[in-house]
């Protein structure tokens, strides 16, 4: 007799903990975090996991009467990891979006999933073109390097800079990269004497360098990931490139805001063209900036940073707009949003999902002893430019 009380009491506890579950569920609307939190692209995680957590403190985490939950896992950077981790969260979940990416291949192994389970996807730093082709369910926040190219492209033509060498990470977006510049610079006038490709795992960037010298070229276009710019820089002042006035042009991630300040003289002076500088001088800007260094030990935020910042706007956003709902309702409440970011203006496009916004020429220069990216330039609304054709 007592077995079998104790057994009823085990089964009434039982189904009120799955009651509660259940409620608690309803009750819940949950994200799927999926970074980098480990291994070489560390440093891409931890700005987004901070900007995102910085949204959620700043704007609250209760959307249409429930409360967001941020699952955040770690890829470690291994695509088949983050497919696993994707599905996991998918299946057992039951997340209503998936966000993060840190990079290309991480987001190519995720599509599948994304498109089979009609999840929105956004991708707030992988930075390949036609990463939003891999499935209707990809939204962008973040970038892609033809678009950011553009600018420094167009500088170099403008400055007379006719003669030039390529060097780019051997992936999806340096191939974009070096693809977008070449065009551009042909398109210009001028010619490209050489197009040197790095390995992306453990790149020794020392051979390439005495390349690029002996070419003898007026400036290298460079494209490195995010984190990977501290390493080039200091081969490209060992190896003299600097000194023999050569001129070093980038994209944004070779002078990443995040580590800047640690790439001593050498960066200064080095053009680049992006779409976020943490020096953008909006009021928006300012205050993100400040709050996001408070909340993490004076760290300063960058381009992954704001990607992972406005991709939570899009989120909630698209949350409120679909009272809740996830699928293909909260898809469509994330098209043609428009709005002010830190980094300026930006809009979702309806009909590609990726993001069109202010491309900025920029110099690295010391101002009150420290290092920034300082705008001189900019150009407006920039699409793609593989989907604005």
Known sequence: MKKRVLLQVAAVALMGGCIAS???????IKIGLVLPMTGPFASTGRQIDAAVKLYLAQYGDKVAGKRVEVLLKDDAGVADTTRRLAQELVVNDKVAVLAGFGLTPLAFATAPIATQSKTPMVVMAAATSSITERSPFIVRSGFTLP???????EWAAKNK???VVTLVSDYGPGIDAEKTFKERMLLNGGQVLAELRVPV????FAPFLQRVRDAQPEAVFVFVPSGVGSAFMKQFAERGLDKAGIRLLATGDVVDDDILNNMGDVALGVISSHHYSAAHPSALNKKFVEAFG?????????FMGVGGYDGMHVI??????????GGEALLNAMKGQIFESPRGQVLIDAQTRDVVQDVYIRKVERVNGQLWNVEFDALKAVKDPGKSK
């Open 22 to 28: 259940a409620v608690h569920a309803e009750d819940t």
């Open 147 to 153: 678009q950011v190219t553009l600018g420094v492209a």
């Open 161 to 163: 800079i006719k003669k």
């Open 201 to 204: 795992a453990n790149p020794d």
């Open 294 to 302: 408070k909340a993490n030990n004076g760290m300063r935020p960058n």
């Open 316 to 325: 909630v956003e698209g949350l409120k707009a679909s009272k809740g709902a």
